[in-house]
């Protein structure tokens, strides 16, 4: 049988005023920095002047985009923003699960207050403060290269910000540093809310601590994984802006510009701000289309489970 649905009346409404005064704000502030500025996406098909405004630049349709797509220096950039994204995506998603099963089997409470409290710690660092740190450690002189010269691994240090190589592998590993502590507090509050009752049956059932990590823990917390990862599909287009243009150079200009970058060099540096809002909506309609896929492969998965 259906449940009635409850009329929403004024005496309702007046007795949840508080809440209903909050609502409202919130959909205000909407309404206000999330779609008026969507107005200015009419520059990506304008020869957008500041001095003629919007209502007076003249209009080339999409000429913008057209421009976006025979840049090979554009597609270069979606190819390195593509490739860090998924790489960012999958080491992060994973280490963060990985993380917070490993730290709920802890059993000394005391120690494991501290390792989520030194885990959650460099979330709350500027990217300044993190690339300033791998600068350092991964420096001719850094320690990174003492430790591998000393032990033989290497006859002289590597320069690792020279080599493009080794560029995607150290934005991944830095990301994943700052935050797989703070990303794997989603995982440890799904975990507790397990019902310790399945850990006590499987335990009966002769099941060891592997075991019920893969029979409880994770079909416990596979709902949340599922929302989690079609949450952050539609992310994989923000690789980052900040850990790029840090530790980028020259050397590396190949594989560390990312589209972000490429927005600010043409629609800052090179005042061509129809060139980098098309960039930009490019993003946009990038990630509805990952985040409608991954929504829609997450719903055939279970119905496949479920018939």
Known sequence: MKNPSKRITWKEISRQKFLMVCAAIFFVYGIVFYYVPLAGWVMAFQNYKPKDGLFGSEFVALEKFKFLFSDEVFLRDIRNTLAMGVLNLVTTFLMAIIF???????????????????????????????????HDALSSTGIINELL??????????NFFANPSYFWPIVAFANVWKETGWNAIVYLAAITSIDPSLYEAATLDGAGRWGKIWHVTLPGIKST???????????????????????????VKGVSETIDIYTLT?????????LGTAAGIFKSVVAIILILGANWIAKRAGEDRLF
């Open 100 to 134: 917070a099963i490993l730290l709920n089997e802890v059993r000394n409470m005391f120690g494991k207050k501290i390792v989520q409290t030194i885990s959650y710690m460099p979330h709350f660092l500027s990217w300044i403060i993190v690339t300033g740190i791998l």
């Open 149 to 158: 010269v000393n032990l033989g691994i290497l006859d002289s240090p590597i």
């Open 225 to 251: 994984i599922m929302i989690l990862l079609i949450m952050n599909v539609g992310n994989v287009l923000n690789a980052g802006f900040e850990v790029q243009y840090l530790l980028g150079n020259g050397l």
């Open 266 to 274: 043409w629609g800052i540096s090179q005042n061509d701000y129809s």
